[in-house]
């Protein structure tokens, strides 16, 4: 056992975003553009007793490109259907001091259908089924294993029903919904032990499962 010690981490971070979203919709349609630009500078330093234990300076950069519609579709006189759906496109790059040079991309795509059916006045019955997206991105830090330096864009999907409305003649407000989920490559922070010999010199990742 060494004591006493002296352990101190230092993060540096500057990060800058530009976007931007268009949208255009006439009736009961709606198309639109999205864009992001991110630029991202970290600087880690860890020193023990005042000596470097260990450092790593990093630069990323990302864009993001998506394209997007929804249209509602009138089907009776109190039934109507709502489409939407939304495709992606995102370019990276990351390098660090580590020697660490990689510039995934990848392409992501969502949607739903939902179908909406008036029983009276302020009652509806209602169905969905969604897809949706989260990017992939890097686990930032240093002594990342080779295989956790990156993690890889998660997906969800959804089925649901339900009922919204009044009850007891308008003197109550509720909603009951019914909805199955299944996640694809869920993103979850946690951490590994890079030292078998410290219990100490672990790092936090986000990695899927």
């Known amino acids: 056992m060494f004591a006493p010690y002296d352990f101190t981490q230092r993060f540096l971070r500057d990060r800058r975003t530009v976007s931007e979203d268009l949208r255009l919709t006439a009736g009961s349609w709606l198309v639109g553009a999205y864009v992001l630009d991110t630029r991202e500078t970290n600087d880690q330093l860890d020193e023990f007793n005042g000596a470097v234990f260990r450092a790593l300076t990093s630069r990323y950069e990302a864009t993001n490109a998506a394209l997007y519609g929804e249209i509602d579709v009138p089907l009776a006189e109190r039934a109507r259907l709502a489409i939407g759906a939304r495709l992606e496109r995102r370019d990276t790059h990351y390098v660090d001091s580590d020697g660490r040079d990689q510039g995934p991309a990848e392409t992501m795509g969502g949607g ?16 969905t089924v969604a897809r949706g997206y989260k990017a992939g991105g890097f686990n930032i830090v240093a002594d990342v294993p080779a295989d956790r330096a990156r993690f890889e864009a998660e997906f969800l999907s959804n089925v649901e029903a339900g009922f919204k409305g009044s009850v007891l003649d308008g003197r109550a407000h509720g909603a009951f919904a019914a909805f199955y989920m299944r996640r694809q490559d869920q993103q979850v922070a946690t951490s590994t032990q890079l030292d078998p010999r410290s219990e100490e010199h672990t790092s936090e990742l986000q990695s899927p499962i």
């Open 112 to 127: 739903h259908v939902a179908l909406e059916y008036d029983l009276a006045p302020g009652r509806m019955l209602y169905a």
